[in-house]
C-alpha cells in the first residue's frame, strides 16, 4: 500500500492527519517518490532532512557577524557576507547601495565608522552598523567578565 493510500484510509477511519508520521530509513532514496505520492493526494505533509549546519543561511550569517566584530571589521569578506545574508535589516536596494559604496571606497576596520557625506547613505550605513557594534560591546563585555 501507498503512503497516500494508507494515509488516507486511517483518516477516513477517524486518525488525525496531525497525528501520522511516516518513518524512512533513507530520505534521500526515497523522498522524492514520496513527495509525488502524497503530494498528489493532497494530503499535508513534511520531510525532514539533515542537512549541514553551514548550509542554513541564518547560521552563515551569524558566522559572518561573528567573524567581522571579532576581526575588528577588516575582512571585507565578511562584512559583506553579513550584509547581503539577509539578516541585517536592511532592504536588498540598500544592502546593494552600502556594498557599491564599500567596494568603491575600499572600507574596511574604522572607515566602517566613518560619517558618510551623503545623508541618506549615512542612514543606511548607521542602520547596518550598530547591531555589530552592539553585538562587539557585548562580546568584549563578556569576555571582561
Excluded at 477516513?12 to 501520522?20: A, H, I
Excluded at 520531510?47 to 567581522?68: D, E, Q
Excluded at 535589516?89 to 544592502?95: D, F
Amino acid at each position: 500500500m501507498g503512503v497516500a493510500a494508507g494515509r488516507r484510509r486511517r483518516a477516513r477511519g477517524g486518525m488525525s492527519l496531525d497525528g501520522m508520521a511516516v518513518g524512512i530509513g533513507e530520505v534521500e532514496g526515497y523522498a522524492g517518490a514520496v513527495e509525488t505520492s502524497v503530494g498528489r493526494s493532497g494530503i499535508p505533509y513534511h520531510i525532514t532532512r539533515k542537512r549541514p549546519a553551514l548550509s542554513h543561511p541564518l547560521v552563515r550569517a551569524w558566522l559572518a557577524a561573528l567573524r567581522t566584530v571579532t576581526t575588528q571589521w577588516r575582512r571585507p569578506e565578511d562584512v559583506l557576507d553579513w550584509l547581503k545574508g539577509g539578516f541585517s535589516g536592511l532592504t536588498i536596494e540598500e544592502s546593494e547601495r552600502l556594498e557599491n559604496y564599500a567596494i568603491e571606497h575600499g572600507l574596511r576596520g574604522r572607515k566602517w565608522r566613518r560619517t558618510i557625506e551623503d545623508v541618506e547613505l549615512e542612514d543606511i550605513r548607521g542602520r547596518f552598523v550598530a547591531p555589530l557594534e552592539a553585538l562587539q560591546l557585548r562580546l568584549r563585555e563578556a569576555k571582561d567578565n
